[in-house]
């Protein structure tokens, strides 16, 4: 059965740090795309970074460039999630997701979604 399971979600106070992990079972992440997204309440889920399979890019929103780091580490299959420099507006439900063919803004085009980790930014 392939799964994605997020973890590493929480509270934490303006200004802290938090790692996101993104689980995959069932296939090997190295051959997907895989793409962190989140949804606040009311709001749209948004994408937030992701990183290719097909050229080894990495993108991140405008929002937060240089304070969040994607990253794969392909022997524990796992891609991370680094948020430093955490706002209040940086809260939400995170969701990994993975697609084949590179990374996509299009929500609806990711074959694979993890349950999702809140992560609450506030003091």
């Known amino acids: 059965q392939l799964q994605l399971v997020e973890s590493g979600g929480g509270l934490v106070q303006p200004g802290g740090s938090l790692r996101l992990s993104c689980a995959a079972s069932g296939f090997t992440l190295n051959y997907y795309a895989i793409g962190w997204f989140r949804q606040a309440p009311g709001k749209e889920r948004e994408g937030v970074s992701c990183?290719?399979?097909?050229?080894?890019?990495?993108y991140y929103r405008d929002s937060v460039k240089g304070r969040f780091t994607i990253s794969r580490d392909s022997a524990k299959n796992t891609v991370y999630l680094q948020m430093n420099s955490l706002q209040p507006e940086d809260t939400a439900v995170y969701y990994c997701?993975?697609?084949?063919?590179?990374?996509?803004?299009?929500?609806?085009?990711?074959?694979?979604w993890g349950q999702g980790t809140q992560v609450t930014v506030s003091s």
């Open positions: 997701a993975a697609r084949k063919g590179g990374c996509s803004v299009y929500v609806s085009s990711y074959d694979y």
């Open positions: 990183i290719s399979n097909t050229d080894g890019n990495l």
